[in-house]
């Protein structure tokens, strides 16, 4: 199976970047954006600007496609199942980009685990203000083989094929649920902190408390995975602590973001994840508790 036909559902300031860098790479494959309603006679009359550039992709509420990129926001994707399922076929592969690491089981009981190719994307610092979409960084997507599917090889061959005629940032795991794991240790130190204290990346990179405090709700994921089995270290930490002393010191992130604008914060797919794993252990995670109360108590103040 050739994959030239490509959907994204999800066109926040991921999935719209990722139209961007497709488009702009000048790919031959069909390219559309899955949305109805209201939301989709927005974006056939507005299109999308992204780094000052309108881009007018497709838009269907159906259809037929060899990949879909899912980039909703977590709490949207049991909402977005029926749209999802009207585009979805037999030879469909689905690739979650979703923060946390729950939405490939969801997925994958619903289509089927062979369908569903675990991925992430990380790097990417698009921004989205007053409208218009903007990233310098395109980041790369991480990708590997379901270890709840019989056999992907096939597939995993013809996707590696496509990205590398995308556009996109790509790399092949070989641990792919570490690397979902990774981050989601980031997602839950960085997002969570961010959000609470109001910090762009610069102030990680200067202020040594807020760096511990981000280090602290990270810790507590490393143990949930010793716990789980799913091969974070210490050393993760600190390898992330590098990657972010690169990072434009403006830069912020999705939660932040999302507090920001007044949006829905992804605190459950996080802290909360967090706290309920952790119950089946028996471990206590007080950072990431107070780390879910505090952002509940700034969105309730909005």
């Known amino acids: 199976?050739?994959?030239?036909?490509?959907?994204?559902?999800?066109?926040?300031?991921?999935?719209?970047?990722?139209?961007?860098?497709?488009?702009?790479?000048?790919?031959?494959?069909?390219?559309?954006?899955?949305?109805?309603?209201?939301?989709?006679?927005?974006?056939?009359?507005?299109?999308?600007?992204?780094?000052?550039?309108?881009?007018?992709?497709?838009?269907?509420?159906?259809?037929?496609?060899?990949?879909?990129?899912?980039?909703?926001?977590?709490?949207?994707?049991?909402?977005?199942?029926?749209?999802?399922?009207?585009?979805?076929?037999?030879?469909?592969?689905?690739?979650?980009?979703l923060n946390g690491i729950i939405s490939e089981t969801v997925l994958g009981d619903r289509y089927g685990h062979d369908r569903v190719i675990p991925a992430m994307i990380l790097g990417i610092d698009a921004l989205r203000e007053d409208g218009e979409i903007s990233y310098m960084n395109r980041g790369v997507i991480h990708y590997g083989r379901n270890p709840l599917a019989e056999d992907q090889q096939e597939k995993l061959s013809h996707l590696t094929d496509w990205f590398s005629r995308s556009g996109l940032g790509y790399k092949f795991s070989d641990e792919i649920t570490s690397t979902l794991w990774r981050k989601f240790m980031i997602n839950v130190g960085m997002n969570q902190t961010s959000a609470v204290l109001g910090a762009a990346y610069g102030r990680y990179q200067k202020d040594p408390e807020t760096l511990e405090m981000m280090r602290q709700a990270m810790a507590e994921v490393v143990e949930l995975s010793r716990l789980e089995g799913t091969g974070l270290k210490k050393s993760d930490i600190d390898n992330w602590i590098e990657i972010l002393k690169t990072l434009d010191p403006e830069g912020k992130t999705s939660m932040l973001q999302d507090v920001e604008a007044g949006r829905r914060t992804e605190v459950e797919i996080f802290a909360g994840t967090v706290i309920t794993l952790a119950a089946r252990h028996g471990l206590e995670v007080p950072v990431n508790l107070n780390l879910q109360n505090e952002i509940i108590r700034i969105g309730n103040k909005q």
């Open 1 to 97: 199976m050739n994959i030239n036909k490509i959907a994204i559902l999800g066109a926040g300031a991921v999935g719209a970047s990722m139209v961007h860098q497709i488009l702009s790479f000048g790919t031959s494959d069909s390219l559309s954006i899955i949305a109805d309603g209201v939301r989709a006679g927005r974006y056939r009359r507005d299109g999308f600007r992204v780094n000052g550039e309108t881009i007018r992709p497709d838009i269907v509420e159906s259809g037929a496609f060899h990949l879909i990129l899912v980039a909703t926001k977590s709490y949207n994707l049991e909402n977005a199942l029926p749209l999802l399922d009207q585009c979805v076929s037999e030879d469909t592969l689905v690739m979650s980009l």
